[in-house]
């Protein structure tokens, strides 16, 4: 497959766990937006450094830990996860979730909506106010 069919493939295939990968690691939508742009275009520009052998997704995850470091480095005030290690541990999960029978990412987020519905309310709207309001535990007592 040529280089260009070859990254919108992986690209496309991978884009929703990046996005999750960086929410998931503290990032408004704002900075996630920048940083999974700026993870693409390192990605494409070094595609040829792939080693093919390998999966794409922690290859892509280890470029975007890159900028969110740089992020940090930059503004000490995001409150990304708090360093190499965790964000390596966060990717390790993903992995795993990737790895769960179930062909799409929309089937595994179906999954991963039963499962919430199973939760306290209490505990449901902890994760709604972060993830969907976009809210820090710091900023949960305002609401």
Known sequence: METK?????LARDHSRMLMTY???AGCDQSLADDVWQETMIVAWRKLEEFD??????????????KGLM???????????VGDES?????S?????????SGDTLDEKLAALRDCISLLSESDR???????????????????
């Open 92 to 100: 390790e999960r993903l992995d795993r979730v990737h790895s769960l």
């Open 52 to 65: 093919r052998s390998l999966s794409f997704g922690p290859w892509l995850r280890g470029i975007a830990a």
């Open 5 to 9: 069919g070859l990254f919108e493939v």
């Open 125 to 143: 709207e902890c994760i709604e106010l972060r993830f969907r309001d976009d809210l820090m535990p710091a900023n949960w007592l305002d609401t």
């Open 70 to 80: 740089s992020a940090r480095r930059k503004s000490g005030r995001l409150h990304l």
């Open 86 to 90: 965790e964000l390596n541990y966060l």
């Open 22 to 24: 960086l929410r998931s």
